[in-house]
């Protein structure tokens, strides 16, 4: 499941409890049409961080996400990388502005797949907004296919980037625009480079 | 009646320390890094977000692009260069261009700068315009993008996105061409205008409009680089109010110069390189920075350079300053190459070629004093670009001349290239281009002919691994790398066949299936090129498109060719051999025996025995036995009835050829083991050169590589030795000059060599500190060793050393 394999890196209770709320707000908040009811609008006023209890609890909740992507690039256990840093993007394009910034105007969507087919991610991108769900989009932008997390991780993030070998060795495998690929893998280092500062 | 007149051939009064700005130009090169220039992609940006009017045609549309970019280009000053401006707007420049590869970038904006391998520096400013404002706007836009909307995701474009079978010259270019500035040094851009404009007129009237359109489209696009020009010479002017008297008086010099050209026609030697540098900036606002190869220049340049001499308006001093000028300028870019790529093809300038010497159209000798000069430029600088090339004519141009470019071999330890004019002209005729034009021949990029000024060549069309159909074969149309996926068609189990035939014809056919992908890829991209990429610029300097009213990428040119590369060559022929030899003739080897030693990539002891059996008793190409020349005759004419069966987008031949540039080592880190004892991952050999180690006998190599030449290969081949240097360097020149002589006359069509030891190259990679300057042959271009990648840097290393005086191969421990 989605989030399944992740629960156990949560060590403390604090950081338990916090992410159980943030799974329950988050995905809700995060969606536009879902939060367009009072309900929603309420969500998204503390998670969107105008209020005080929504920004100490996201930038928490974004520092989790960050030392777990940490984790996932210093050791070999990456099979989770890739919700990490989809979560952490998210967040991350919610309350950061210059994050932001980089998908404002614009539109996309990606299908992640793993070769097992195991995990069938989609991600979406409308004007600022992004969206992740555990399904198969019909006409995404591109398609990875990619064999192993750590094949995913090595492709987007690592410090020499390996995207042509990768492609080569046939570790991962893009079909579609590939400029979406590139504009993604910038998000994504992106995302590294405030994680873990130069 | 011979045009040399120079007492001293080597020009040796004339040294780096009697030429201080020439010392200082050639120090700045190798201080300079290269950044990365976004000025193109923000002009041609602007105008097609803000400006187009998409009821243009393709050509008009494309020049009011250009003219937007050069109407507000920047005019440049770096140095003390006699020659103004810039290809772009730094002093050494890595330009994007966003209807190609661009957004590769992507991924590295906030890293390319600072990154470990040849980093290209980006202001903050320009990455944030790229990331919010450029790359936005091409995310759809990009040739292989459009391809994929108007074609879908078919066959050929799934193969070259797989990268491991081909490579699509055209998803990143066409350029590769020698384009002639002679009507420009003759009558100015201004007298290539009225006709334009006339000709505009005339079809209009006509009622041929479109015809009518292209000659808009040459008119604007000249006017955008008449506007370039002009804003230089202001520049200039502006400069010298500015600054001190002794820089003014260069300043208003420089300036008074573009005031005259390329507007005008040239009247001076200086005024007719002037005008060959400003077309040649020109050039590169419309096409991408690959192989723009200013061609014959010491014919172009020698009545203009003959003229002052005589007139006494400069000395052999001054044009050899500005000669050395040129040669700085012309290297003033290199590709914008993101990090992925470096690690794997990395090391390349822009490979501009010049060609020097030959005979003229008429088949007489063309050597003359200016093409000692340029010898001589190219000794005393020796750096990687431009990409110079000599002709050598057998019975026209003397030995002293061939003599003198062996010793400019031997003193650069690397350029130039030599090229054959017997067999070269030959192949072009064969090719059905007229005698005259076929003598008037230059080389593009790295090896590749083409009748100068007359043809669009697009040499860089397909880049081809000879391993996939080799291994598809092994497998039945599968690779090991792509694991299940059926890729090519169902060959028989090679574990039945009884005989080598019946291999050869699963090779053939999966070779032609791959091909015939590769080519519809071509196709497919230049519809898109048509659409996209018409060159109205390019097309006044090239014959053809100004008589008939068509641009260049609609056929306008006299020839239209498309290149096909092979990578592999010597590889696929020695593991050919093993199989024909050894387990079809001698049958010492079984194919199971043989597919589990590939598949295991000849794991644990019994593996390793037979890889050692397959090395060393199979017979190896650059050798003379028969198998080993049969299959490599074989292979070579067989690619050249594949492609002969096909016509290009433009009405011109596919011309296939054999050059590697560094894709035999990026290439071969992906593939498989091979039947000829190679192991996976290794680098391949380079060009049309046997496998190192392969050809231990100087004589014998030289001459199975030259029994190749002929109709078969008209594309151009590299063939790439490594010599151990010698004390006695007259003798060295002596025997050099001996051996190419004896090897073209056997037929081979172009030589280039690296005069240095298997242990200086390894010292260099541990010290490259110790070793800045350091040029080297890679497969068609040269390179600084220090800049190649890791594979590269071995594949130099281990590539086979042949002392000359003994003919044998220098053995090599590690």
Known sequence: M??????????????????????????????????????????????????????????????LL?????????????????????????????????????????????????RDRRLTVAVIFDDGWMCVRETTLPDPDITLTFSTGRALLQFLLTPNPDLLASVLRHEVEPEGNLNYLYKFAYLARRLQSMVIPA | MSLVTLKDLCLHDFTLESMPLLAELRQLSFARKPEICIERARYVTEYLRDHDNAADLPSLRQAKKVAHFLRRKTPALHDDNLLPGGTTSKALGAPLFPEFFALTLWPELDT???????????????????????????????????????????????????????????????????????????????????????????????GHNEQADFYAAVRIALEGLLDYASRLAAHYDALALRGAPHEAAGLQEMAEVCR????????????????????????????????????????????????????????????????????????????????????????????????????????????NDLTYLMLRATELLSIRDPNVNARYHEGENSRAYLERVSDVIVSTKAVPAIHNDVAN???????????????????????????????YAASSSIILNLVAPLEMALFQGKRPITANEQIGPLTPKPALMSSFEQFWRAFTMQLTWLIEHA??????????????????????????????????????????????????????????????ALIFQRKTVSFEELLEGVRSNFADKEGERLRLRLTNKAPKYGTSHPVARKNARRLVDTLFEIYRNHINYRGGPYRPAYWTMTNHAGLGSVCGAL???????????????????????????????????????????????????????????????????AYFREGGHQVQFNIMTHELLEDARKNPEDYPELMVRVSGYSAYFKDLNDLMKEELITRTEYNLRSGQAVPYER
């Not at chain 2, 048509?530 to 609609?554: N, T, V, Y």
């Open chain 2, 260 to 367: 005259r050209v390329p507007a005008h026609p040239a009247r001076t030697f200086r005024e007719a390189v002037t005008t060959v540098w400003i077309c040649q900036i020109g050039i590169h606002a419309e096409n991408i920075n690959m192989a723009m190869s200013p061609g014959r220049l010491d014919q172009i340049l020698y009545p203009y350079f003959d003229h002052d001499r005589r007139e006494g308006l400069i000395n052999t001093e001054q044009a050899l300053e500005l000669i050395g000028c040129l040669w700085c300028k012309l290297a003033d870019n290199v590709d914008m190459v993101p990090e992925a790529s470096e690690q794997l093809f990395g090391g390349a300038g822009s490979v501009p070629a010049v060609t020097l010497g030959g005979v003229d159209s008429r088949g007489k000798d063309a050597v």
């Open chain 1, 2 to 63: 989605w989030s399944g394999s992740q629960i156990n890196v949560w060590q403390k209770p604090a950081q338990w409890a916090t992410l159980k709320v943030a799974e329950s707000i988050i995905p809700v908040a995060l969606e536009r049409k879902s939060a367009s009811g009072p309900f929603g609008r309420t969500l998204l006023t503390h998670a969107g961080g105008s209020t005080w209890l929504g920004k100490v609890m996201l930038e928490q909740i974004r520092a």
């Open chain 2, 425 to 455: 002209i030959a192949v072009l005729e064969s090719q059905g281009e007229e005698r005259a034009h076929a003598r008037d021949y230059a080389i593009i990029g790295c090896v590749e002919l083409s009748s100068a000024g007359r043809e």
């Open chain 2, 519 to 580: 080519i519809d890829l071509n196709e497919k991209l230049g519809a898109v090129h048509q659409q996209m990429m018409p060159s109205p610029l390019l097309s006044a300097f090239i014959e053809g498109p100004m008589q008939s009213g068509k641009d260049l990428i609609e056929g306008g040119a006299l020839y239209n060719s498309s290149g096909a590369t092979h990578i592999g060559f010597a590889d696929v022929v020695d593991s050919l051999n093993a199989i024909e």
């Open chain 1, 66 to 114: 960050g030392s777990r992507l940490r984790d996932c690039l210093e050791s070999e256990a990456a099979e989770e990388f890739l919700e990490v840093l989809l979560r952490l993007m998210q967040i991350t394009t919610l309350i950061n502005p210059s994050f932001r910034e980089n998908v404002t105007n614009f539109s996309a969507r990606y299908q992640f797949l793993s």
């Open chain 2, 112 to 206: 390319v700068s600072e990154r470990t391998n040849n980093p290209q520096p980006l202001s903050p400013e320009d990455a944030r315009e790229l990331n919010l404002e450029i790359f936005p706007f091409w995310i759809n836009r990009t040739v292989v993008e459009v391809a994929r909307k108007k074609f879908g995701g078919f066959t050929g474009l799934r193969l070259f996105e797989d990268l491991a079978f081909f490579i699509a010259g055209k998803a990143g270019c066409v350029s590769h061409t020698v384009p002639t500035y002679v009507p420009a040094l003759k009558h100015g851009l201004l007298g290539i205008i009225e006709q334009a404009t006339g000709d505009e007129k005339k079809r209009r009237r006509a």
């Open chain 2, 675 to 741: 039947p000829n004892g190679r192991k996976a991952g290794k680098v391949l050999a380079s060009g049309i050169t046997p496998v190192s180690g392969a050809a231990p006998e100087l004589t014998e190599c030289l001459s199975s590589v030259a029994s190749l030449g002929g109709a078969s290969i008209p594309g151009g081949w590299a063939l790439n030795l490594k010599y151990s240097p010698e004390e006695d360097t007259s003798a060295m020149v002596t025997h050099f000059a001996d051996h190419v002589q």
